[in-house]
């Protein structure tokens, strides 16, 4: 049993070990969610996980990103912020728990867990994501699975998160407050804060390492420059504000029609004008 309880030990520090060296350089936000959560959700045999983040604004727990054994569409959907999800107060249920006592909060008794979707949860844990001893988001993982020789993973209904299960997620949960702390900084640098699009600075550096890319191997490349045509004649009679009110909508209507899937990106490049690359 000792040996056991190592091996498992051993085991977890080298999955945090083989993250933190996976995602040590990843400065993209969404990408960096999407990993960590496969990683807790292979390394723990969980059925589902997802990512909630803290909205300052309305300190309410917002679901950004989910994986698991869910509809790729869905999952999709939800990731790539087309889909609308839940949110939650600090406080309520599993994860608004974890986030108001700041510690893992594990049920593994389904009588215990409030069954909100169509699917039952047997057993569910959550984790805070804490930077500086700020609360960043929360971390939840439902059910357990076992993998059949075939690669399937089926529902285990007896499987039940341990000690060690939350120990191995609050390491993973601490890298990713790091990470994801850095990713902001990285994305505040990168992005217009009028616009919320990427900003001219990125622009510059993605079209040259795109532009060399399809270059090198053939592949098209597509690059859109939009202007608002008559907007110093707006400005100068409607004013700054109503300005800034229509740049706004126009980066909103640009950023709901580019296509994150095949890896489109919309910039602001300059005070009216906008760019999007689509490889």
Known sequence: LKYEKNARILSNLRTLYDVNQQLANVNDFKQLTIETLATAVEALNAQKANLMLLNHETQKLEIKVVWGNIPTAVRDSINDGRTDTRSFDIGEGVAGMAAKMRKPIRINDRTQIEQVGRNTV????????????????????????????????????????????????????????VNLHK???????????????????????????????????GEILTLAVVDIDY???????YGHKAGDMVLTHVAGVIRDYVRPESGDQAFRYGGEEFCVLMP
Not at 141 to 160: A, H, I, Q
Not at 231 to 237: A, E, G, I, S, V
């Open 122 to 177: 047997y057993c569910i844990m959550s984790v805070p994501l804490l930077y500086g001893g700020n609360l960043m988001g929360v971390i939840t993982l439902t059910n357990k699975v076992t993998n059949s020789e075939s690669g399937k993973s089926d529902l285990d209904l007896l499987g039940r998160f341990g000690e060690e299960d939350a120990q191995l997620l609050l390491g993973l949960a601490d890298q990713a407050a």
């Open 183 to 217: 990713a902001r900084l990285y994305n505040a640098s990168i992005t217009d804060r009028m616009t919320g699009l990427h900003n001219t600075r990125h622009f510059e550096a993605i079209f040259e390492a795109q532009l060399e890319q399809a270059v090198a191997s």
């Open 231 to 237: 907007f110093k004649r707006l400005n100068d009679t």
